[in-house]
């Protein structure tokens, strides 16, 4: 930035959190709807922010083992909160675990309220934590997009879309559709993968594709997908909450979007992905 | 070197409906700008413009850009400066919610 980050010197803070509990070391306590698959009840995170922001880092963390979990964040009054940022999926297979980190690019005016909402595949007293880190937008240039639509995450389930490799190891399988025709032209895609709650063992490859069924282009080819205890424990152990750093890439209105994985595991229980996205429109 | 002004006005949008703001036929190097604040949250608008390759040619989409009330900092939307030798256009598209009134404006030089 020309000139430096001269903000510093007039003492503003260049990143703020809001939702961290210093008394527990964790983030705002978000409480799932009763009701397995129903999202809950809202949660403030941030009353007011107090400057404009260049998007914010959104952290989920100490989930009950073997859930899924979708977090919608809000702005708004209270009682009047709208979504912002639709189905973050997040799951753990060891209760406590399940952390997740995204950064999430959309700009925020001074004087927005933040708020989140959770609901998770068992409902009943299931929490997550939640906190966001911001930084005002003074200090940084970062590109900002508009509010993101949400693919492929699966509210009845609480995970993303299933893809599943098949019973062969390391052979792609069969294109998954993940959206049958995006509603807006898309510029950054965001990946959000997680392990269906169950866990997981080896190593995955992902390819991203659009295009009709039976005539896919893969657009983003073998991702690597680690599970949380690596690549090569194959007896199972480990949680996948992976997001892939935005990828700026154009893709149409009315474009069908699919996946399809590889994987070292041949098990049914172990060898499935959930996969969403977050498309920001252009 | 000063701009000059295309044209002006309030567009009241109707929900899903493209609405052509303006479509000089000057040739310039255009900006064009659209005030977004009176979206409401999560309401969304889509600011297109369009310019010809060919003198006799059809419109092609050369920017576009999406705004979302409450995800807004500057709502001024502003399209950077696109040379137009042929003219070009400038929509409004509001996606969802009530329709808004937006002022505009589109300048060359």
Redesign the interface.
């Known amino acids: 930035m020309p000139g430096g980050i001269g903000s510093i010197a007039t003492g503003q803070t260049p990143m703020a959190n809001a939702g961290a509990q210093l008394a527990t070391s964790l983030g705002t306590t978000v409480a799932v709807n009763a009701a397995a698959n129903t999202m809950g009840s809202w949660v403030q995170l941030v009353a007011s922010l107090p400057n404009?922001?260049?998007g914010f880092d959104l952290m989920v963390e100490n989930l009950p083992g073997f859930h899924g979990f979708l977090i919608n964040i809000g702005?708004?009054a209270a009682a009047a909160e709208?979504?912002?940022i639709p189905q973050v999926s997040v799951c753990s297979v060891v209760s406590g675990s399940g952390h997740y980190l995204i950064h999430i690019p959309?700009?925020?005016?001074?004087g927005?309220r933040i708020s989140a909402q959770a609901q998770s595949s068992s409902g009943g007293s299931d929490t997550c934590a939640v906190s966001i880190l911001y930084g005002d937008?003074a200090l940084n240039d970062l590109q900002t997009?508009?509010?993101p639509i949400n693919y492929g995450g699966d509210p009845t389930n609480s995970t993303g879309t299933v893809v599943d490799p098949g019973t062969t190891a390391n052979t792609k399988g069969f294109f998954t559709q993940i959206a049958a025709a995006t509603t807006?032209?898309i510029a950054v895609l965001q990946l959000m993968v997680d392990s269906l709650k169950s866990l997981m063992a080896g190593a995955f490859l992902l390819d991203i594709a659009i295009g009709a069924a039976g005539s896919e282009q893969v657009i983003l080819p073998n991702i690597v997908v680690v599970n949380g205890t690596g690549p090569f424990n194959t007896t199972g152990g480990g949680t996948i909450n992976q997001q892939l750093p935005l990828k700026r890439i154009n893709i149409p209105a009315g474009t069908r979007l699919s996946a399809r994985v590889q994987s070292t595991q041949t098990a049914a229980a172990n060898r499935k992905l959930g996969l969403s996205f977050l498309g920001y429109?252009? | 070197m000063s701009w000059t002004n295309g044209g002006n006005g309030t567009q009241t949008a109707v929900i899903g409906t493209e609405h052509i703001l303006l479509s000089p036929a000057t040739n310039g190097t255009y900006e064009f700008a659209v005030n977004v604040a009176n979206l409401a949250?999560?309401e969304?608008v889509?600011l297109r413009a369009y310019r010809k390759i060919l003198s006799g040619g059809g419109y092609v989409q050369c920017w576009?850009?999406?705004?979302?009330g409450?995800?807004?900092?500057s709502p001024a939307a502003q399209m950077p400066p696109i040379p137009m030798p042929y003219g070009g256009k400038f929509t409004l598209l509001q996606?969802n919610g009530t329709g808004r009134n937006f002022d505009w404006e589109a300048s060359y030089v």
């Open positions: 404009d922001i260049n702005i708004g709208v979504v912002l959309v700009a925020l005016p001074a927005t937008s997009f508009g509010a807006v032209d429109p252009a | 949250i999560m969304s889509e576009k850009g999406t705004y979302t409450g995800a807004v900092i996606l």
